[in-house]
């Protein structure tokens, strides 16, 4: 069993504007390592464990990643799913976390995707106060990894029976 984390989508708002996009397109071919104010902000400072390491990157993302993430969020996965060409259905246990209050990826998004995908089983843990960050949280955090822990050792319990 292994938990991934796909990325299904961004609220638009957190998107700059398409000229400012196309912009940084542009120069992503050219320097694909180049970190500006206009790509995301990463501060792990938060999530650092432990709390002085530096293995975590911070700062800004590098062009190259960020259009990378921009074009899955914003084309590839929402080409997939008006195509309806992606249902995972050979898929057998699929587990969905999501925050309501995440600012990032909108719970909306979440629920759509979580809806179209066809696995065999599925369920989706909706974490009212959760936001981006929902498993560094600490008014969320622990549930959430409690949940996701109960969900791989039910999973790892039905493969041993079959």
């Given at each position: 069993v ?20 196309q912009c ?9 390592a ?17 709390k ?13 990643t ?5 074009d ?8 997939d ?20 209050a ?22 989706m ?11 560094y ?10 949940e ?8 790892v319990?039905?493969?041993?029976k079959?």
């Amino acid at each position: 069993v292994i938990p991934i984390v796909p990325a299904v989508g961004v609220d638009p708002r957190a998107i700059p504007p398409s000229a400012v996009v196309q912009c940084l397109k542009i120069i992503s071919y050219i320097a694909p390592a180049l970190k500006t104010p206009f790509t995301p902000l990463e501060d792990p400072t938060h999530y650092n464990c432990p709390k002085d390491t530096v293995r975590n990157f911070a700062g800004h993302w590098p062009l190259a990643t960020s259009k990378m993430l921009l074009d899955v969020t914003s084309h590839k996965v929402k080409k997939d799913l008006e195509s309806r060409t992606l249902y995972l259905r050979e898929v057998e246990n699929m587990l969905f976390i999501a925050g309501k209050a995440d600012y990032i990826i909108p719970f909306d998004i979440v629920s759509d995707v979580y809806h179209y995908l066809e696995p065999r089983t599925k369920k989706m843990i909706a974490v009212q106060r959760g936001g981006h960050d929902l498993l560094y949280d600490k008014a969320c955090g622990e549930s959430v990894c409690n949940e996701l822990c109960n969900w791989i050792a039910n999973c790892v319990e039905s493969m041993e029976k079959d």
